[in-house]
């Protein structure tokens, strides 16, 4: 996290170089799979609001795409993603820190909303640590494979805020209550291992040979017949699908009261002074 | 499952010999506790049409008879069983390939439906390799004791089709959706050991011992007041069970699609070539 | 529970001493962290009916007092606690059995309700044997952490009873349907180990260093803004709140049938045969 919060934009050499249409991603597709690498590794693929942006399109580009058959999300160096840009909240606009929260809310709830509405086969490819929505919107994904060398971490009430992503509605029924108050409420960080038992994670690969085992086997899996892939998880995700946007949205809610308390304010200073 | 693809009935001696009721069927009762073995050691278990008919009426006879306080699910032979008989499929009606798919819908969802709406304790005693529908079912019995030896596979998308049994709702809420879908979308086979883990079988107990050790144990539970055990259940069951239905409608509804669609015939065909 | 069906109140020297607002709990509060300590260990903690409402009203208190951010519950003795305490049933009123149980079922609901709607993290520090009431309750916890010293025990059905503290509807959630059955249906014991892979147990830790790790560690937790913790707790809760209190309603209006049955007095006379 410490990283993000100078949260000076480092020149995007990349996207420039590659033509790519997202500033914040590199997105490709072979042979149905599509892969959607978070690439920010200098801030270890924090979420910038431009980011957010561009994953929501992304999203759409690869259900739109008829030749897209399971989609992969990564993150391009050692960290899978440090969650959300703490440099989003510094950028206030005229309406004040009330206005930025509510802004920040709407962000939030589109992008949340995005992987809820998610119809094909959606995985992550943990590479490495993953942090705050990051790890919350997990629940909302078909399979998650990681790294052994992955940590996965929502220190939520440690900066005064609350649950994202579902994960208020999705831990508790992944891994049981008395599990997932440790993760929401008590900043627990998880390796990949305690995860899976968890039920969090899929399965855990070792890490010098999990970029060389997972890739093939998600390509095999991208020639399964789309259809019947595709109906398959709308029967898994529909029934709950209208509950899922309310938790969304009583999260955001809640979360717009958070950001702009004096508990957030507070737990973000202090975190500057730490750093110090 | 290839051999069921043949679907020869192979004559039932034992049934005649013994006059039982049921062709496909073994039951017994004795001190409360009910067995009904599915008996097509030849054709590994697999369920014909007749026997889905058989085994809803033997439930029914379940319910209604007041000697039996549990009831019990295992299979003749090697095999515990191996899934829906692919012969049903070859028994093509005068409305042709939509109407046995619309037939076969309605079958099976009065099958299912049995499942649900079972009100005594009903174990699963896995004595072998489990598949398809026999698997997802398992979702909504109330324990599940398997051999070591044991294999449970739903290879669902890999034949064109998609989950039934309500297992599209059971799974994602016993192992979380990040396990289920590999059994669910991706067509993963697994261990008596794994799917003890995942939480669908309740005790795995050594293939030597097995048969030995799990009968007595049920015999004791059937020596428990039945009123009890029956009103037990009735509270973790009866609140859900409306939605129950609708899932197994709309996995009904979905299934009749799949039947009658390209990728189920494709890979029906597929089948059948690499068998050549 | 043998200890409890002679149900003599034993003199509550210690509340007498300490000038404490409760007869069988010890309450205090420091830095945030309340405990309610169950103090009846000559009863193994057994629940008497007074103890019922003084619990409840500790439980009132801790959520009206502003320096109260976590709460714990833990047990005075070798046991966490025996559960209800059978000489509940011997005080009979003027109405009988029937009304005696309405009663009961008057008074359960209500200690239910308590931890259904209690708004700040609820943790149990299990520091022995815990039994009926008390474990089935833990599925409203927010954590549970426990000493490999402890078992729990549900013996609903061995007793002509059925499952309450919302346990029909939370265990299946926590544990799935095939492991939540042996507990709930057919009265299987398991140790600590056993219950936190069940998910019911957050943590177990080794009984000769559980008292000396468990409250650092809890008091740490106290220092969180309380804010954000009640916040984080109400969105995970607030969705099926409505839901707990239905089935906390059915569990018990199907107990008051079960506590005036032949069933419950049988298996009531059969445990004091086997005790001579």
Redesign the interface.
Known sequence: LVNELAGKEAPDVTAEETGQKYKNLLVSCEGGLRTITLNRPPKKNAITEEMYLEWIAALEEATADPGTVIVAITGAGDYYCSGNDLSNFMNIPEGGIQQKAVDSGVLLYKFVAAFIDFPK?LIAVVNGPAVGVSVTV???????YSTDRATFNTP???L????EGCS???????????????L????KKVTAAQACEL????EVLPDASFQGEIWPRLQA?AK??V???V???A??R??EKE?LH??NK??CD?LV??WA?D?CF??IMAFFNRKK
Chains 1, 2, 3 share one sequence.
């Open positions: 086969p997990m629940g909302l994904f078909d399979a998650v939520f009430s440690a005064g805020q609350s649950p208020s509605y999705t831990f508790p029924r992944i891994m049981g209550p008395g599990k997932a108050s440790e929401l409420l008590f900043n039920g969090l994670v899929t899996l399964l017949p259809n019947s892939l109906y398959s998880k029967l898994t529909d029934l509950t309310k938790v009583m999260e809640r009261e958070r308390s508990d507070k737990a």
